[in-house]
């Protein structure tokens, strides 16, 4: 069992920058791959970015690639999510995600956390 825990988030301008974080409990981290999602009022739940066990390979949604970073450090059961040039279209919940492998579908992720907002303003 995984427990996730993000952290982060908050309100800032448009063109501003927040980094994510998202810890796991217990000594597996590392062998799960790790995702964020976002979900913005009345939307569904969607994919934005996932890494896999070791860090070596990762893939974006089209719409924040080049602006996000996901990376994560094993050593201190940690997954970040740097974003820069933040939207107005970026504000949504952000939740993080283990699955056992790189995956972009919610239904592939077993283990999630409770979400950090993320509000960006124009």
């Known amino acids: 069992q995984v427990q996730l825990v993000e952290s982060g988030g908050g309100l800032v301008q448009a063109g501003g920058s927040l980094r994510l974080s998202c810890a796991a409990s217990g000594r597996t981290f590392s062998r799960y791959a790790m995702g964020w999602f976002r979900q913005a009022p009345g939307k569904e739940r969607e994919f934005v970015a996932v890494?896999?066990?070791?860090?070596?390979?990762?893939h974006y949604a089209g719409s924040v690639e080049g602006r996000f970073t996901i990376s994560r450090d094993n050593a201190k059961n940690t997954v970040y999510l740097q974003m820069n040039s933040l939207k107005p279209e970026d504000t949504a919940v952000y939740y993080c995600a283990a699955a056992g492998a790189i995956a972009t579908m919610t239904y592939d992720y077993a283990y999630w956390g409770q979400g950090t907002q993320v509000t960006v303003s124009s």
């Open positions: 890494i896999n066990r070791s860090g070596g390979v990762y």
